[in-house]
C-alpha cells in the first residue's frame, strides 16, 4: 500500500511521459491510496485531453470509470490541521501536502515526482523509479519503518 500522486494515477490512463513509471509502479504495489483532490485532478487532465482532441467523449468516461474503479474506497480526506502546518513548515503547496499528511497519517511512502516534495519530506516521499526497483520495506516499498 501507498499513495500515489495524481500524476502516476493518470499516467496510468492515459498516454503520457510518464505512463512506463505509472505501469511499474502499479506493478510493484497495486494498492493506491490519494486524498479526495485526485478526482478533481484527474478531472482537468481528461478535460484538456478532451478539448485538444486528444482523446474523444468516450475514451474521457472510461478513463475516469477505470481510475474511478481502482481508486474505490481509496481516497480519504487528509487532516486539516496537518496539511495546513506541513505547508506552513515547508514552503509547498497544500495540495502536495495533502498527499504527505495521508501518508504520514497510513504510514506508508508517498510516491511522487514531485522535487520540491521529495527534498521536503524525504522520509515519507520517494520517486516512482527508486520504488520500483526496490523491494526492501527500509529502501523502497510502501510501509514506513
Known amino acids: 500500500m ?5 500524476e502516476l494515477i493518470i499516467g496510468l490512463y492515459l498516454p503520457t511521459d510518464y505512463s512506463d513509471l505509472s505501469e511499474a509502479v502499479f506493478r510493484k504495489d497495486p494498492y493506491w491510496l490519494a486524498p479526495y483532490v485526485w478526482r478533481s485532478e484527474l478531472l482537468s487532465v481528461v478535460s484538456m485531453y478532451l478539448k485538444k482532441g486528444i482523446i474523444a467523449q468516450p475514451k474521457a468516461n472510461e478513463v475516469v470509470d477505470l481510475a474511478e474503479m481502482h ?4 481516497d480519504y480526506r487528509a487532516v486539516a490541521y496537518d496539511i495546513l502546518q506541513r505547508a506552513s513548515e515547508s514552503g509547498l ?3 502536495d501536502c495533502e498527499y504527505v499528511s495521508l501518508a504520514a497519517f ?3 511512502k508517498y510516491v511522487t515526482m514531485n522535487k520540491q516534495v521529495l527534498a521536503a519530506y524525504p522520509e ?3 520517486e516512482p523509479d ?4 526496490h523491494s526492501d520495506p527500509e529502501d523502497g516499498s510502501g510501509r514506513l519503518i
Open 130 to 133: 527508486r520504488f520500483s526497483r
Open 106 to 108: 497510513t504510514s506508508v
Open 93 to 95: 503547496q497544500v495540495r
Open 2 to 6: 501507498i499513495v500515489i500522486d495524481s
Open 71 to 74: 481508486m474505490k474506497n481509496r
Open 124 to 126: 515519507i516521499a520517494m
